[in-house]
């Protein structure tokens, strides 16, 4: 996935607002790939 569509994803799960408990898992190993892609993203540009 790109950063662009992992940051779609991670908005998902916060759409209420909040973060349950049952998806902060997903959430937290979201945010690491996220982290992942955008730095992937930004080399080429860079």
Known sequence: MSA???NARIRELWA??????DRRPEY???????AAAA?????PAA
């Open 4 to 6: 662009t569509e992992l």
């Open 16 to 21: 209420d607002g909040e973060l349950p408990d």
């Open 28 to 34: 937290e190993a979201l945010v690491v790939e996220w």
């Open 39 to 43: 730095r992937e993203d930004v080399r």
